[in-house]
């Protein structure tokens, strides 16, 4: 994949007019997920935590602009700077990781639109939208460019931002607590896990790396467009963030006065019910779909920019010069990965052995993410991008808050 280097853009319209791949990465992030972990800490513990999901954004910003800021300084993707540093021992764990990733996510990514479409249009089954998305997916992906993926992609950002956000300002909340809540940290009684959940996110895990390959198609290169890139990551970021406060407010003014909790994701169709008994049928549908929104660009994401993942790494494993290509057999073999054989999971219980080691190899990954950058992005060879005092100490934040959530999420889960 060889596309020529744009001028990087100067002045503010320029750089408002290049935004697309972060957008695209950010809201690839947010999943039925984050939407259930947000929606939870809005329901349970109202306006004071929306400070969570401000931090959360910022440390999501801090990773992907390191992902990038390593790309340009070198030229390589994130994972050959891995492949370079580190051997056979991360072919090994990255192989495991990545199929299993690919399984469980996809599966989870279909429930999800299965899920809301199914809200919205009860004539087919959740399983039968589930399936019909991963398909209207794989075509868009196996068909489509680059630029019309990402074209689409906005648009559904659009209509998901003006959804959820537009449902919470209808809710009228008060501001002198929103102000309070976004601006000072406050962790209420038992509520640790589950904020640091929130500002760790879920969906953002894999994804992030897809942001390289997105740069490549953009033909992005070099240290002059770190300002470009820092700029599209911001308004990126920025808007999945707001989405986010939304979701949270709507569950702390509607869900938390009631005492009623989020559970699952069927946790946000009840969020959705109590709308539509208060605003009618119109306002349970404009929310659900910003449901249905997050998850379906959730999808779209995944099926594009995984599977160049895969192709890098097979690349890399079989020691040939990186080029990578939407339409090599490479790619789209594993995109026929991502779009079918999950479809199994959606008729059967994920098997308990799956989970237990998705478990206990996913939650290596984003400590191990933000570790490695801090290693790499240090390096001499980085140049004029080599990491700052403030890049350095985001990392540092970000590195612990992982690392928390690993050994909670290994205690819950496998031990």
């Keep these: 994949m060889s596309h020529p280097t744009p001028t990087p853009p100067k002045g503010l319209r320029g750089l408002l007019a290049i935004v697309g791949p972060g957008l695209v990465v950010a809201a690839t992030g947010v999943g039925a997920g984050d939407m259930v972990a947000a929606g939870k800490a809005g329901a349970s513990f109202g306006l004071v935590v929306l400070w969570a999901a401000l931090w959360g ?11 990038a800021r390593y790309q340009l300084a070198t030229g390589e993707t994130i994972l050959e700077g891995w492949v370079a540093a580190f051997g056979k021992p991360l072919h090994a764990f990255f192989s495991v ?23 919205l249009v009860p004539a087919l089954s959740v399983k039968a ?80 790396l897809s942001y390289n390959y997105w740069l490549a198609e953009k033909g992005w290169r070099g240290p002059e467009w770190m300002q470009g890139v820092r700029f599209d990551l911001g308004v990126g970021y920025a808007l999945t963030g707001v989405f986010g406060l939304g979701l949270m407010i709507l569950a702390a003014v509607v869900l938390h006065p009631q005492g009623i909790e989020i559970a699952g994701s069927k946790g946000i ?37 995984v599977p160049y ?67 790499l992005n240090n390096r001499k060879n980085m140049g004029v991008l080599k990491n700052g005092w ?22 819950e889960k496998v031990f």
């Design 390 to 411: 403030l890049a350095n100490g985001f990392l540092v934040l970000s590195l612990g808050l992982f690392l928390y959530l690993m050994v909670n999420q290994l205690k």
């Design 57 to 67: 954004t910022v440390l999501k910003f801090v990773l992907a602009e390191g992902v």
């Design 129 to 208: 939208w589930g399936i019909l998305h991963s398909l209207v997916a794989l075509l868009v992906v196996w068909v489509g460019r680059y630029s019309f993926f990402e074209n689409t992609m906005k648009i559904a950002v659009a209509v998901m931002f003006v959804a959820i956000v537009g449902s919470a300002a209808i809710q009228q909340p008060d501001l002198h607590t929103t102000l309070t809540g976004l601006v000072h940290p406050h962790i209420p009684a038992g509520g640790t896990v589950l904020l640091l959940g929130v500002m760790g996110g879920v969906g953002g895990t894999l994804t992030l």
């Design 269 to 305: 169709l009840e969020l959705a019910a109590i709308l539509g008994d208060k605003f009618g049928r119109a306002g349970e549908i404009v929310f659900l779909v910003g449901f249905w929104g997050a998850v379906a660009t959730s999808t779209l994401g995944v099926w594009q920019g």
């Design 309 to 375: 993942l895969f192709e890098n790494y097979v690349q890399l494993l079989r020691r040939e010069k990186p080029a990578h290509k939407a339409s090599s057999k490479t790619y789209r073999g594993y995109l026929l990965f991502l779009a079918l054989p999950p479809m199994l999971l959606l008729f059967m219980d994920r098997p308990v052995w799956l989970v237990v080691a998705y478990a206990a190899v996913g939650s290596l990954f984003m400590p191990f993410l933000a570790a490695t950058l801090l290693v």
């Design 97 to 119: 990781y990545l199929v299993m990733w690919s399984f469980i996510v996809a599966a989870a990514l279909m429930s999800g639109c299965g899920l809301a479409a199914h809200a």
